[in-house]
């Protein structure tokens, strides 16, 4: 069972989707009136979007994109960021809200943000599930955050090592001796 990978469970079931639905609540009340299109950065914040979405009120859209990062190991991303799939829709004019899974170094959402600044949306801001805030090593701006956790290695609710262990339901770090840097 994967389960069984898992060491330590950092954030339950039920604290997930209590969070993602007061970040819904509030998500609603800010784009009142507003034209929302929220952009989904795969393949981690997925799931989280797919739950996000449904806490939403206001009528709004979501578009998808794919970056990886070049180099690095298995659970350090280097900072140097490829677009894998791009956005289909034209966010010129429009209200963007970046859906992301984890902030760590920053490196990944600050290379998003000033690739979909220059397309000249009408704003532009971020919402994350989890931020590793010690682990910062460039400042971006997190107006919308679920949870500020350690510096550990999570995996689970689309979180992934080595493209597993996404379908968790939880945030959990893996047992030590299953996982090489
Ligand atoms: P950053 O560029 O902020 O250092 O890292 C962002 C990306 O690195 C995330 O979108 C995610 O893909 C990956 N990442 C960072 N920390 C973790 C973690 O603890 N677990 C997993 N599964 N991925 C992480």
Sequence with gaps: MLKDD???????????????????RAISADYQGKDLLAVCVLRGAVI?????????TIPHEMDFMAVSSYGGTRTKSTGVVRILMDLTTNIEGRNVL????????????????????????????????LDKQECR??????????????????????????????????????KPELYIE
């Design 6 to 24: 898992v060491g330590e469970i950092l954030i339950t079931e039920e604290e997930l989707q209590a969070r993602i639905a007061e970040l819904g």
């Design 48 to 56: 989280f979007l797919s739950d996000l979405i449904r806490r939403i």
């Design 98 to 129: 970046i859906v992301e899974d984890i902030v760590d170094s920053g490196l990944t959402l600050s290379y998003i943000l000033s690739n979909l600044k220059t397309r000249r949306p009408a704003s532009l801001r971020t919402c994350t599930l």
């Design 137 to 174: 090593e460039v400042d971006v701006p997190l107006d919308y955050v679920g949870f500020v956790i350690p510096d550990k290695f999570v995996i689970g609710y689309g979180l992934d090592y080595d493209e597993k262990y996404r379908n968790l339901p939880f945030i959990g770090v893996l």
